[in-house]
């Protein structure tokens, strides 16, 4: 089968653009990102890019390539085994990744969920697009009713609530240490709850773009129209409750995102299709990066616990949305140069190389 260079390329565009909204999580977990009591323009701004282009896209438009990937190698492989033997070393090291360094880990939801998928690979497209439907109505539902049944809360950067947590958050390298292993607890309570359904839903969703051509010729005039009215209709109804802080409209929003981030990652696929036209010489750069992602996605955490618990913990006292735009720009270049570099003497990555021995011993 002759590599598909289009995958490389929205690989490489996904795992970047992570950067974008998990940077905020690097400050405290829990509360992602925190305003000041008086924000600048550009929070208004940013906040509004970021709803229409960056959240949730990129992280489904990677659920969506893990399920292309996982289709593609169970194709390969004379039985399932092998595959089930990767999915369980990956299982293995979103454990360590989110113990040990992050809790916002999503190496485990994905080996999780591919392992349950298996069985599904072979099913008809129109059985893959209901299952794949089920399985995201019931992370969104759940993910609804524990939001609806949160306390309000609204803390700002100089409110009492935010310096305590950030006080105790950042006494000491146990203290980092011990929130880390409290917030990656909770993850683990989410996974067979919401995540591994949401992240089961959309590989499901992806193995049926790909059996449908879209990865190769990219998606049809009509879907393609929906695709932007469905995103840009989701996007503003986020937008609109922006400002809720509780109650159903706000439990709703999750809803939104959702809906919004699965219809854009469908536009920034058949956009890459486009340009790349699986053309090995089209964006090598960013082939590449797609090449070295799973490498590029752990170093991304290694980089930004560096800076925000180590070198400068001070910045999220300070820092408004611009000031993470610019440190996640930097951090994207950082990695480009870094692939540039080393690409011209590997091809593949070295947690990728690791990965892959474990896999076929």
């Known amino acids: 089968m002759p590599r598909l260079y289009n995958l490389d390329f929205i690989r490489g565009i996904a795992v970047l653009g992570l950067v974008y909204l998990n940077i905020y999580t690097f400050a405290i977990f829990e509360l992602d990102y925190v305003a000041s009591n008086t924000p600048p323009a550009s929070d208004y701004v940013i906040t509004r890019i970021n709803v229409f282009f960056l959240e949730g896209r990129f992280r489904t438009l990677f659920s969506l390539l893990f399920g292309v990937g996982l289709y593609i190698q169970f194709q390969r492989m004379s039985h399932d085994k092998q595959l089930k033997k990767r999915l369980k070393w990956l299982a293995v090291f979103g454990l360590i990744h989110g113990f040990v360094f992050w809790a916002g880990d999503i190496l485990l939801a994905y080996a999780l969920a591919g392992l349950y998928i298996t069985d599904y690979l072979n099913d008809s497209q129109s059985e893959l697009i209901k299952r794949a439907t089920r399985y995201i109505l019931v992370s969104v539902l759940v993910v ?13 950067r100089e409110s009492s609530e935010f310096i305590t947590l950030y006080s105790e958050n950042f006494a000491s390298f146990t203290a980092i240490i011990k929130s880390n292993l409290i917030m990656n607890l909770f993850i683990l309570v989410m996974l067979p709850l919401s995540t591994m359904w949401m992240c089961a839903g959309l590989m499901l969703v992806g193995i049926y773009l790909y059996k449908s051509n879209v990865f190769e010729k990219g998606l049809s005039t ?36 959702t809906v919004a981030a699965l219809f ?7 956009v890459g299709v486009k340009f790349c036209q699986s053309n090995a010489s089209k964006g090598k750069l960013i082939q590449a990066t797609g090449r070295l992602a799973f490498t590029l996605y752990i170093s991304q955490t ?23 735009f610019i440190v996640a720009t930097l951090l994207v270049i950082v990695q480009l140069a870094f692939v540039a570099i080393y690409s011209q003497f590997n091809k593949q990555g070295p947690l990728e190389y690791v990965w892959r021995k474990l896999s076929y011993k």
Request: net charge negative; glycine share 6%; hydrophobic share 60%.
């Open 144 to 156: 609804f009713f524990i939001i609806l049944g949160a306390p309000e809360s609204v803390l700002t």
């Open 222 to 257: 009509p879907v393609l129209q929906l695709s932007l009215a469905v995103s840009i209709l989701f996007s503003i109804l986020r937008v609109l409750t922006l400002n809720d802080t509780g109650g159903v409209v706000y439990a709703m929003q999750d809803i939104f995102i």
């Open 264 to 270: 854009m990652a469908m536009l920034y696929l058949h």
């Open 302 to 324: 290694l980089m930004q616990l560096l800076l925000f618990k180590g070198l400068f913990s001070q910045w999220v006292l300070e820092f408004n949305r611009i000031d993470y």
